[in-house]
């Protein structure tokens, strides 16, 4: 069992720019900011972990079968539920290109080259921070905002194994 606590990553990113702390608390995510997995329980997370039952989704417990609902999630993370389920896709490498290119506003080449680099559609947080750090430079707000909140959710919400790639 690996634990992996990404919150770390949102405190690296520092502080989201002033300018652009209404269009963050708008999208109802600043929670997350201060979401964070505290690693030092090992034997408690260990517990639940042996005894999860993927098959049920559910926690088997002495007491009774315990399963995690969406009311748990709000309740535990502060987010709002609300709204339709959303169904993810996979994202082939173009398709990613083209919205890194309309969101996050790079030249296709280097949005191409971040993909190539990651091996499919993901691209590394660390890029996200230096595509952060140059558009506060120019004051680009809007796209600073996208940045920082697509970091937020690829260090919280999607974060993975790889703990430095996002998809």
Not at 40 to 65: N, Q
Request: hydrophobic share 45%; net charge negative; with cysteine.
């Amino acid at each position: 069992m690996k634990l992996s606590s990404h919150g770390r990553k949102v405190q690296k990113f520092r502080r989201s720019a002033a300018e652009i702390e209404g269009l963050v608390a708008a999208t109802e995510l600043s929670p997350l900011i201060a979401c964070s997995l505290d690693t030092s329980g090992r034997g408690l997370i260990s517990a639940f972990v042996e005894r999860w039952y993927k098959e049920t989704s559910s926690f088997h417990l002495p007491v009774r079968e315990v399963t995690i609902t969406l009311d748990d999630v709000a309740s535990l993370l502060h987010l709002p539920i609300i709204g339709a389920f959303h169904i993810f896709e996979t994202f082939h490498v173009d398709k990613a290109v083209l919205m890194l290119i309309e969101l996050l506003e790079v030249f296709g080449d280097e949005a191409r080259a971040e993909t190539i680099q990651c091996h499919e559609a993901y691209i590394r947080l660390s890029w996200l921070r230096e595509i952060y750090q140059s558009k506060c430079e120019v004051e680009h707000w809007t796209v600073v905002a996208r940045a920082y909140l697509f970091h937020l959710l690829g260090s919280t919400l999607f974060a993975n194994k790889s703990a430095t790639h996002v998809r």
